[in-house]
């Protein structure tokens, strides 16, 4: 009874994965899960940590002032600090945190080359390369707190769900969303 | 009136206050006019770049020294650079040296000006450890970069967002110091860069 009772949650973790995989059949460069997770092995020193943490803080004190200031964030310069620390010091909420500001620019694309459409869909597998990377990640103990584990799952869910059958799904983040007639 | 240059810091940046009040910084080598040294503050009208035609003042360094140097640094004429996208290469004065786009926004082929440093960009901050001059980025266009409008720029870092961004940081600083004094004509200007697929 115990064990039935987590087999859907088993099941849908691992389509998550199959559908993941097939996405990144095709060589991506910052979505590339395994890339990510050999870097990973590699950049944990505290030189590395202490870098991705001031890149992080800069981020978010970036975010708060584009809220106050601008009304809607620059997502350019939130992408290249969220995606430094991320490859400087690979972890989950940080590979979270760029694979949304990726999605993020998209409206701030000028003249999406060759089409939006296509921009969008090569966003959406990226952040399933890094999102999948961080599931591996945060499973290998590199801690994160429930919260971004449950988001970085969402995510997941949501980027896949889009990329397979081109709808959005409730659970998504604004910035998946935003994009949702893209596909149609 | 008397030609003088910009001295910079070591990230290569002077801070300066225009006649309106703002403070502003100003990149080494900028051309501009001494006017006068008024109060221990050094009066020029900037000749060269984003502020090109505004007066403006700076401290004095010192009772006999200024942040305004002379004589007059030795200019080079404009510089001509090549990108290819395919090899990641880019072809400067200084060699070959690795440089990429984002593939997913990469910048479209073609010539495009290079402008004289508009502000310091303090995403360049996390590579200070290895390049001097990583808050140096020089604007790809015509007119000045407007916030949140996919403007593109040459600069070192490891993360591009549709930039061609130099990925050999150690080497930013000598390719700095060949563009930094270049010079085409109409003073915002230092060269092209032709961005081939």
Known sequence: ?????????????????????????????????????????????????????RLMDKMKKRMEKNKSQIKEHDWSPLTKLACEAAIINPRPDRLLACAKAEIGRITQIHNPQPSLENVYINQLKRAVGMLSAALVLQERGISTDATIVQEIKDDL????????TGVSISLCHSVYSQHKDTLK | MKQRYIIGGRKGWLKVKLDQGRIVSLPEYIKVNFLE??????????????????????????????????????????????FKISTSLLKTPIGDIQAVTDSINPIPTGVYPIQLPDFPHDLGESYLDQA???????????????????????????????????????KWDRLYKSLIRARALGGKKIGTIKVLA
Not at chain 1, 7 to 34: H, M, R, T, W, Y
Not at chain 2, 152 to 164: E, K, P
Request: a positive charge; one cysteine or more.
């Open chain 1, 157 to 164: 869910t949501c980027a896949v769900t889009i990329l397979t």
């Open chain 1, 1 to 53: 009874m115990e064990q039935s009772k987590y087999l859907p949650k088993f099941f849908s973790f691992v389509f998550i994965l199959f559908v993941s995989q097939c996405a990144l059949a095709q060589p991506l460069d910052l979505g590339d899960s395994k890339s990510i997770l050999a870097l990973a092995s590699t950049l944990q020193g505290l030189e590395n940590k202490t870098k991705a943490n």
């Open chain 2, 132 to 170: 001097t001059k990583a808050l140096t980025w020089f604007y790809l266009g015509t007119g000045n970069a407007v916030q949140g409008k996919n403007d593109r720029y040459l600069h070192t870092g490891l993360i591009s967002a549709g930039c061609v961004t130099v990925k050999e940081i150690d």
């Open chain 2, 37 to 82: 040294r008024i109060s221990n503050r050094d009066k020029f009208e900037i000749l060269e770049g984003v502020y090109k035609g505004k007066k403006a003042s700076v401290s004095a360094r010192g009772a006999e020294t200024s942040w305004l140097g002379s004589p007059m640094p030795l200019y080079k004429s404009a510089v001509s650079l090549t």
